[in-house]
């Protein structure tokens, strides 16, 4: 554990686009749904479900896109199809498990996912990092999926220090905005395929360009940049 007096004190990761080239894999299980089931598909649908909870995305495939399945079925009909293709070829990026290792020598971490809890399992457990995590949190065991802050706020919380004294590591527009407004440092790893929209990169404190940056000092760094602009907003707000 960290000494109290340390500046941060633990940091958390996403899953999806940060640990596991896995939006790809997303993207095409829920096309492929979809079609199979007479809905609807359009270019737009993967970057509208970025970020949401499972319940969230489940409701906008059977709303929005017309699968006529309960949102219920839809979610554990594609997580299961997610997991067979982990199960054959995990697309871990590079640099992931050295990262994770990495940051776990300094702070506890914690992960705060948009995936299905047996999704985040699953992942860790063939990536053998499970024991590594002291804390994982789907969106789907919150009241809001990302862009709100609830799963970081809970992350937080399980993990005992304040948003202040922690880091979040995310790649989507979604993940950032979510990591900002917790309260959290902001580290951006963005996702070339998916890349965040201009205003959501602004919320970093820092951006680097792959998992081989993300040092211990990195983290710092965001969290150092996120208490100054905390101390500053009350003296921009009485101007």
Do not use: C
Request: hydrophobic letters at 45%.
């Amino acid at each position: 554990m960290t000494a109290s007096g340390e500046l941060v004190q633990a940091a958390i990761f996403d899953l999806d686009g940060v640990l596991v080239d896995s939006e790809q894999v997303w993207d095409r299980v829920r096309e492929q749904l979809a079609r199979e089931r007479g809905g609807r598909w359009h270019e737009h649908a993967q970057r509208d479900m970025m970020g949401m909870s499972s319940i969230e995305w489940s409701r906008y495939m059977n709303d929005e896109l017309g699968v006529p399945l309960p949102p219920e079925e839809i979610s554990g009909e594609v997580a299961k199809r997610v997991g067979e293709v982990y199960r054959r070829d995990l697309p871990l990026l590079p640099g992931a498990i050295d990262a994770v290792r990495r940051l776990a020598e300094r702070w506890p971490l914690g992960l705060a996912s948009s995936s299905n809890r047996p999704i985040i399992d699953l992942v860790l457990d063939l990536a053998g990092l499970a024991r590594i995590f002291e804390v994982t949190i789907s969106s789907e065991e919150v009241d809001r999926g990302k862009p709100a802050p609830d799963v970081y706020v809970e992350a937080v919380a399980r993990l005992g220090v304040e948003p202040v004294r922690a880091a979040a590591i995310e790649d989507s527009t979604n993940g950032l905005l979510a990591a900002r407004a917790a309260g959290l440092g902001v580290v951006a790893i963005p996702n070339p395929s998916f890349p965040p929209a201009p205003d959501a990169l602004e919320a970093a404190d820092v951006v680097l360009e792959s998992l081989d940056e993300l040092t211990p000092a990195s983290i710092e760094a965001s969290v150092s940049a996120r208490a100054g602009r905390a101390r500053e907003a009350p003296r921009g707000q009485g101007r």
